[in-house]
Each structure stands twice: as structure tokens, then as C-alpha cells.
């Protein structure tokens, strides 16, 4: 089986291809656009110019994907798009392709929840030849921490298309909370990789920041209050020379990770899960995994981290999710839902 995945629902446009040869699947190309070039100008994501440039690449990124895997849209067996969560004129974009692309070729369509789809960027892993495969699978029962620029959430897998969403966040996902702190610090935008960066030379002992509900009982998070704690510290600063902004830096690192990682050992522990699985763009930040990966060895239990560029929104990740939760849709039962959300026990 060939699927071709499709991802648009925020400012990447991404199209990707898979195989499934002999129950091995290959990723045998990736490729994705991104108008964050343009965004970093005005701090943040503008949508209706996200979706401008998407509609420019959306063609040439499928066709792009379909010659390096030395493929063509006629030996495609099936489409999976992103249909939700996101931009609505950036989720059109995709969905619409894919439902034309499917109708047209009368190809199967497999909708896909793009923060799943996150997850399952944990079964692609690199071959030598620089290709992809899927290899070392998670163990289920798994914990799943989907955490990114809009989202901070944990999940229960028990098997593919059943889980169990445990908690999320109530305000600001860490991922924002690096942004926006990351403004207070005059950084340019995506702010999370320079803050890890400044980080590294950072005191941890100047500032120590609040760590929201971290010790609750729930697996709820919330970031906002991190923020507002940096804001009266930078404030009371007189000038913000480079080892003060590094020190914030390093006080706003440990106090995300440290919440991130006991939350998610919490649950780990609570559930006796065999895997853990980190996913989204914040996933990315090496000393997270690397605190995650101390951490979970203690407990004997499985850490998985995806490849750093498939942290970021992606197509493979998409084509990966439905070839695990292979379910086909008829083509006008697909919209795109920018408010899309996890349920409990919920089928992919």
C-alpha cells in the first residue's frame, strides 16, 4: 500500500509518500514549504497570508513528493489530509486538494486529526541510506505528551484509534509561552529555539519561576502565569544586557520542562504505560528530551522522540497516522474543523 499524505493547517505545506512493502512502510519522501519567513516579520502567524502562500505551493509540493519517491498520483492507493485542528483558510487548502485529488482518481481519503497525527511521527525513524522506515514500534499501553505552539496535551493510548485524553492545558501551551516570553526578551519569532540556545549559558540559580500546578492532582497544565512572572521580572530590570537575557532564558527553559517532564512521569506511572512518546514542535528542544530520557530510565519505561524535523508540522506523520488508523471516509463527509479537539476513547 502507497498513501499520500497531506498537511496544511497552519503556515507549512507538506505532502508526503509512504509504502508499506513486505509489513515494512518506507517513508520514501517528505516535503514541505513554509512561509515562516514571512511571519517572523510581524511576530506571529498572519492566517489569511499563510494561506495565500499555501495555495501557491500546495501543487508543486505534491508533485515534488511524488518524484522523489519515484511515484505517481495514479499508483497512489490512497490520501490522508490534515482536517483539523488549525488556520481554516490554511486547512481548505489541504482538504480540498485531497478531496479533489480523491475524487478525481477515486482514491480512498483517510481525515486526519493533525495533533494524532503529531504522535505517530514516533514510528518513522531513519535508515542508513537516508531513507525512512518504522522500526522499533511503541509498546502500548503509551503515553502520548503532544506539545507545541497551541497545544499541551497528554493522552492514554491504548491501542491505535483508542485513547484517552488525561489533561491539557488551561491557557497558554508551552510552546506559546516560549513565544511570548520570548518577545518580552526581544527575540524574533519562533522564539522557542533561541531561548534553548541563550539556555545553554544561562544561570539556573538567578531566576527561578513559578511552576503551574505541578504538583495538582490532574494532569492539567497552564503557562500563562510563567508569563506574567517573567513580565514583572524583566520589568524590574533596569537594562536587559545579553547574561540577564540569558539567565531568563535558562529560568524559562527549567520551569516548562520541569512541568512538562513530572507531569508526564506522573501519568506514566499512574497508567504503568510500557512507552512514552514526545511529539510537536516543542519536542525538538534537546534538553527536554534529554531530562525526559534521564527521567524515564528510572522508571523502566520506553521514551520515544521523533526526529527533530518531523517535530515540526509535517506530511509523514500524516501518512503514518493512517496507515495505523486506516479509515476511509466518503469524500463529502470530510470539512475542515479549525476547533477540532481530542474525545475520549475516540477512533482516529
Known amino acids: ?41 510581524t511576530g506571529g502567524i498572519i492566517p489569511e497570508r ?18 522523489k519517491a519515484d511515484t505517481t498520483l495514479e499508483a497512489i492507493d490512497a490520501i490522508a489530509v490534515t482536517y483539523g485542528p488549525g488556520l481554516i483558510g490554511s486547512l481548505l487548502v489541504g482538504v480540498e486538494t485531497a478531496k479533489t485529488l480523491a475524487y478525481v482518481l477515486e482514491k480512498p481519503i483517510i481525515p486526519i486529526n493533525h495533533m494524532i497525527g503529531h504522535i505517530y511521527a514516533n514510528y518513522i525513524s531513519e535508515m542508513e541510506n537516508g531513507k525512512w522506515k518504522m522500526e522499533n514500534l511503541p509498546q502500548f499501553p503509551a503515553i502520548a505528551l503532544v506539545v507545541s505552539g497551541g497545544h499541551t496535551d497528554l493522552l492514554l493510548f491504548k491501542k491505535h484509534g483508542d485513547f484517552e485524553l488525561l489533561g491539557g492545558t488551561r491557557d497558554d501551551a508551552a510552546g506559546e509561552a516560549f513565544d511570548k516570553i520570548g518577545r518580552l526578551l526581544g527575540l524574533l519569532y519562533p522564539a522557542g529555539p533561541l531561548i534553548e540556545n541563550l539556555a545553554k549559558d544561562g544561570d ?20 500563562s502565569g510563567l ?12 537594562t536587559l544586557d545579553d547574561q540577564t537575557i540569558k ?42 528530551r534529554d531530562q525526559f530520557l534521564v527521567l524515564s530510565s ?13 517535530c515540526t508540522d509535517n506530511a509523514a506523520m500524516i501518512a ?23 474525545e475520549a476513547k475516540q477512533e482516529v
Do not use: W
Not at 499563510?50 to 518524484?67: G, M, S, T
Open 1 to 41: 500500500m502507497t498513501i499520500l499524505g497531506i498537511e496544511s493547517s497552519c503556515d507549512e505545506t507538506s505532502a508526503a509518500v509512504i509504502t508499506d512493502t513486505n509489513d515494512r512502510l518506507t517513508l520514501s519522501a517528505n516535503t514541505t514549504a513554509t512561509s515562516l519567513n514571512l511571519h517572523a516579520q
Open 50 to 67: 499563510a494561506a495565500r502562500e499555501q495555495l501557491k505551493y500546495i501543487l508543486p509540493v505534491i508533485q515534488e513528493a511524488l518524484q
Open 204 to 223: 539556573p540559580k538567578r531566576f527561578r519561576f513559578p511552576r503551574p500546578l505541578i504538583g495538582s492532582d490532574d494532569f492539567e497544565f497552564s503557562f
Open 227 to 238: 508569563k506574567t512572572a517573567v513580565l514583572r521580572e524583566v520589568q524590574k530590570q533596569k
Open 247 to 288: 539567565d531568563l532564558a535558562r529560568g524559562t527553559q527549567d520551569a516548562i520542562i520541569d512541568v512538562l517532564t513530572k507531569k508526564t512521569l506522573k501519568a506514566a506511572q499512574k497508567y504503568k504505560v510500557k512507552s512514552i512518546l514526545l511529539s510537536g514542535g516543542v519536542a525538538a528542544n534537546q534538553t527536554l
Open 298 to 310: 528510572q522508571f523502566s519505561v520506553k521514551l520515544f522522540a521523533p526526529a527533530k524535523s518531523l
Open 320 to 342: 503514518a497516522a493512517a496507515y495505523y488508523n486506516y479509515k476511509p471516509v466518503a469524500i463529502n463527509a470530510i470539512t475542515a474543523n479549525p476547533e477540532l479537539y481530542f
